[in-house]
């Protein structure tokens, strides 16, 4: 099993995202950082590249050049990983789609519903592989929740509730590169706490359940006096089938950390997972003493194996999850370019269709809230 090769655009210096990446990628051994264009400032892009031990010909100053150049090599990247604010999706997806390469792209997918379908659009004509880093998606107990869900075992979908809550935001943060751009409607698109953390709260509902949603009301808040985008999310939600949700995510709420949390209630069962628990998996039968699954335990489904790499008892988290992705996406690239069907759990991994939806519900969320909370439908 030959390593791949990564390219990545954006997560220089002062980057968040770009660093856990770069970890995730390398923890299963199935990638190694070949090339990138790490920042805007040709100087700053190569001097971060010889940092991280990069050939100084292949830390590019501008990621067109780099779209080009890869392409054209032998020994070229097998994907790239997209790791910029929102606002340079699509035209840096487009570009290396275009020169062939897959990409691995983080959410959103990109600042309006038009541009992601039309990314959907040429990500299906060209037939390359592309992932969307939904990485709650990889956590080895959220796969055994949605296993359990599809196996029937909570029966019909009654409720769903999930929440983010962060605190990060609480204050005005002048100076911290990360919430500049996040505050930033012109590079992080129309929601604020809406595109950064309730995307992740709705993929994971969604991911879960597999119940489409057919509608909601929602109401955006900003509480930091200044702020250009939105800090609090409340949603109603309607799925098919009827039944309904809640979605709520903040950036203000003070003392939360990275508070992910998700609730599912079937007509014959319900589940509870929380991202500070990783592990855990609450699963209580109507009328039975509440279960908890434990990653790595006995009984488990061949999803949540696959996702484990270690023991029970020693914990994995937020890298793991992540790395999972990165694994998902190797095998989907090496069945690529070998010309083959990928293992069928390589399908778990989140794609363009994915952040279409996405995209979609932000669009939703923002037309309701400036109808005053009125239902509105979503349509990827």
Same mark, same amino acid.
């Given at each position: 099993?030959r390593?791949?090769r ?7 210096p002062g ?6 990446h770069r ?6 051994g ?7 264009a ?9 001097e ?7 050939n ?10 780099m ?11 097998d994907?790239?990983?997209?790791v910029?604010?929102?606002h ?15 990409v ?17 659009e ?7 592989p ?27 979908l ?7 809550a ?5 204050r ?18 129309? #929601?604020g *706490? ?6 992740? =709260?709705?993929?994971? @509902?969604?991911?879960?359940? $597999? /119940? +489409?949603l ?9 509480f ?5 985008v ?7 939600l309607?799925?098919?089938g ?14 939360a950390?990275?508070?992910l949390?998700?609730?599912?209630f079937?007509?014959n069962?319900g ?13 209580t039968?109507?009328g ?7 990653r790595?335990g ?22 793991e #999850?992540? *790395? ?6 190797? =095998?989907?690239?090496? @069945?690529?370019?070998?010309? $083959? /069907? +990928? ?8 794609g363009?269709?994915?952040g ?10 923002v037309k309701?809230?400036?109808?005053d ?8």
């Amino acid at each position: 099993m030959r390593t791949l090769r990564l390219g990545m655009v954006g997560g220089g210096p002062g980057a968040f995202i770009g660093g856990v990446h770069r970890m995730a990628a390398r923890l299963d051994g199935r990638w190694v950082l070949t090339a990138g264009a790490f920042s805007a400032d040709p100087a700053t892009s190569a001097e971060f590249g010889r940092s991280l031990g990069l050939n100084p010909e292949r830390a590019y100053g501008d990621w067109a050049d780099m779209a080009r150049a890869e392409a054209d090599r032998a020994d070229g990247i097998d994907a790239v990983a997209v790791v910029t604010p929102n606002h340079l999706h699509a035209p840096i997806c487009t570009a290396f789609l275009e020169a062939g390469v897959p990409v691995i792209c983080d959410k959103p997918l990109t600042t309006d519903l038009a541009s992601a379908r039309a990314l959907a659009e040429q990500v299906a004509k060209s037939g390359l592989p592309f992932i969307l880093t939904h990485n709650y998606s990889g956590y080895p107990m959220v796969r055994e929740a949605r296993a359990l869900m599809a196996a029937g075992r909570l029966g019909p979908l009654r409720g769903v509730q999930v929440e983010y809550a962060q605190d990060w935001l609480a204050r005005d943060l002048p100076g911290n590169k990360q919430a500049d751009w996040r505050g930033d409607p012109q590079r992080a698109g129309p #929601g604020g *706490a809406l595109g950064d953390i309730a995307t992740h =709260a709705y993929h994971l @509902a969604r991911f879960v359940t $597999r /119940a +489409p949603l057919e509608a909601l009301s929602a109401d955006l808040s900003t509480f930091v006096p200044g702020r250009r985008v939105d800090d609090d999310v409340r949603v109603q939600l309607r799925f098919a089938g009827g039944a309904r949700g809640q979605l709520w995510a903040s950036q203000v709420a003070v003392g939360a950390t990275n508070g992910l949390r998700l609730r599912v209630f079937g007509e014959n069962a319900g589940l509870e997972w929380a991202q500070e628990e990783p592990d855990l998996l609450r699963f209580t039968p109507l009328g039975e003493a509440p279960r908890i699954l434990r990653r790595g335990g006995p009984g488990l489904s061949a999803a949540a194996a696959a996702a484990t790499r270690l023991p029970a008892g020693h914990p994995e988290g937020y890298l793991e #999850g992540f *790395a999972q992705i990165y694994a998902d996406a190797a =095998a989907l690239v090496s @069945a690529h370019r070998d010309g $083959r /069907a +990928p293992d069928a759990l390589a399908s778990l991994v989140p794609g363009v269709q994915d952040g279409v939806e996405g995209v979609a519900f932000i669009e939703a969320v923002v037309k309701s809230h400036a109808a005053d909370g009125a239902w509105t439908g979503i349509s990827a």
